[in-house]
């Protein structure tokens, strides 16, 4: 028995797994004596209580002795690992996982020790400081190695700083099982649009089309800057004009850059309307 672990009855359930569970999450092991996969899960279950250090709590309830409380929970096989939060049952699984499970399980309730550095390094972000957000998602990385939206949010801001060998980098050393696999699809695209070179000057390429509207490269890196400004209707604009000029230009890479850009406005959810415009925009071109 150890300060994050304790065995816990009817008369005490209320104090010590709802009203304990508005601090910290709570998780209530249904078990019995009799019980062998009980005898398996239980000592997992003590060993990660003590290793997290109070970043969880463990009750452990005799089912057999507390029949009222496994009734109330539907407890209809043990072990049965039910979590408390904020005083009601957020996630659960019956049956004596291996260790490697139930310390995902656990993994997926609880904040990584690196989200407050990451939280700060957002903030930075939106006040205009990359540099001071890059470091703090460093370090966070540093807490944290394997935090996906650490990661993912690094790469973002090393594509905003045109840091392209660092983005892709980071976004390379991914894994197969991500978890945000459309954000990392949108990433990618980002990435990219920003090694294309796109940071031209948007006046002066209008002026090289003015001059000449078959100026199809000039089309191109105009529709490039565009979107790296946000500025994605004028540029599928220009991607689509392309198209229509000549589909089979380099490689057909207006109609593949126009491709890119769902991807990317797929992402947030927010442009459906306009990823929908230009798709069937771009079906009627080439049809």
Not at 176 to 196: P, T, Y
Not at 275 to 280: D, L
Request: glycine residues 4%.
């Amino acid at each position: 028995m150890h300060a994050f672990s304790t065995e816990v009855g009817s008369a005490d359930f209320e104090e010590s797994v709802i009203a304990a569970s508005h601090r910290v999450p709570v998780l209530v092991d249904f078990w019995a004596e009799w019980c062998a996969p009980c005898r398996t899960l239980k000592p997992i279950l003590e060993k990660l209580a003590a290793e997290y250090g109070g970043r969880f709590r463990l009750a452990k309830v005799n089912s057999d002795q507390n029949q009222e409380l496994a009734a109330r929970y539907a407890v209809r096989g043990i072990p049965s690992v039910k979590t408390f939060m904020d005083g009601a049952v957020v996630r659960e699984f019956t049956g004596a996982l291996p260790e490697a499970q139930v310390r995902a399980f656990i993994d997926e309730l609880l904040p990584s020790p690196a989200e407050s550095l990451r939280i700060a390094a957002l903030e930075a972000r939106a006040r205009g400081d990359s540099e001071v957000a890059c470091s703090l998602l460093a370090d966070a990385l540093e807490l944290d190695p394997a935090n996906e939206n650490a990661q993912l949010d690094l790469a973002e801001m090393r594509i905003d700083r045109r840091e392209i060998d660092a983005a892709r980098a980071i976004l390379d050393s991914l894994g197969h099982a991500i978890r945000d696999a459309s954000r990392v699809a949108a990433l990618r695209a980002r990435l990219k649009l920003a090694a294309s070179g796109g940071g031209a000057d948007p006046a002066a390429l209008a002026s090289r089309i003015a001059a000449n509207a078959d100026d199809l490269d000039a089309r191109l890196r105009l529709a490039q800057a565009l979107a790296l400004a946000g500025n994605y209707r004028p540029a599928l604009e220009e991607l689509l004009s392309i198209v229509k000029r000549d589909r089979h230009w380099q490689d057909q890479a207006a109609r593949k850059a126009m491709l890119d850009l769902f991807t990317l406005l797929g992402s947030d959810g927010q442009s459906d309307d306009l990823v929908r415009e230009f798709r069937i925009a771009l079906a009627r071109t080439l049809n």
